[in-house]
T-cell receptor, first 114, second 113 residues
């Protein structure tokens, strides 16, 4: 399977714990995006990378969130000191270059903070 | 910041009826993309529109981009049960330097046989 993969698919954690998610994009794709989606909403942009460079972060993104793409391949999204409001589906997507190219989404990681 | 609004939020049709969802942006868009998300699934790209007034067709689906590049629509002719899902529009605006997509909240389509 050469699509976008995400791990884990589900994560249940207690409030205050740190969690880390991984995304493996389609290999030839330069851009990698992280989104958050809650029930009844569209994907909400969090941040994106072009190769290993993080080019933009949402102004709404808390400082508890950090993302890396160290070698321009896979990416990790870490949430520190999780809160119940962080419960959501975290989606990763990749594209060849820019927003003018279609984005391929992974299956997502569903986070539940208890 | 840029906002993308979609109406209706939800529509329930009988199989064979037509369906239309509308998308409006608060800012001029460089392009608009449409995605479909099946229940329990992830968004899947359907199409991209770039030119003012552009119309594209995919079998029973017709997509339009407004002349002012601030609105778009998706029309499905003779819906089938396989059309069930949530349809999202997503726009890239000049304000964002074309680099990020802003998604609407989507229109959930339910089709009864």
């Amino acid at each position: 399977d050469t699509g976008v993969s995400q791990n884990p698919r589900h994560k249940i954690t207690k409030r205050g714990q740190n969690v880390t998610f991984r995304c493996d994009p389609i290999s030839e794709h330069n851009r990698l995006y992280w989104y958050r989606q809650t029930l009844g909403q569209g994907p909400e942009f969090l941040t994106y990378f072009q190769n290993e460079a993080q080019l933009e972060k949402s102004r709404l993104l808390s400082d508890r969130f950090s993302a890396e793409r160290p070698k321009g391949s896979f990416s990790t999204l870490e949430i520190q000191r999780t809160e119940q409001g962080d419960s959501a589906m975290y989606l990763c997507a990749s594209s060849l270059l820019a927003a003018s190219y279609e984005q391929y989404f992974g299956p997502g990681t569903r986070l539940t903070v208890t | 910041g840029q906002q993308v609004m979609q109406i209706p939020q939800y529509q329930h049709v009988q199989e064979g009826e037509d369906f239309t969802t509308y998308c409006n942006s608060s800012t001029t868009l460089s392009n608009i993309q449409w995605y479909k998300q099946r229940p329990g699934g992830h968004p899947v790209f359907l199409i991209q529109l770039v030119k003012s007034g552009e119309v594209k067709k995919q079998k029973r689906l017709t997509f339009q981009f407004g002349e002012a590049k601030k609105n778009s629509s998706l029309h499905i002719t003779a819906t089938q049960t396989t059309d069930v899902g949530t349809y999202f529009c997503a726009g890239a605006s000049y304000d964002s330097g074309y680099s990020t997509l802003t998604f609407g909240k989507g229109t959930m389509l339910l089709v009864s046989p």
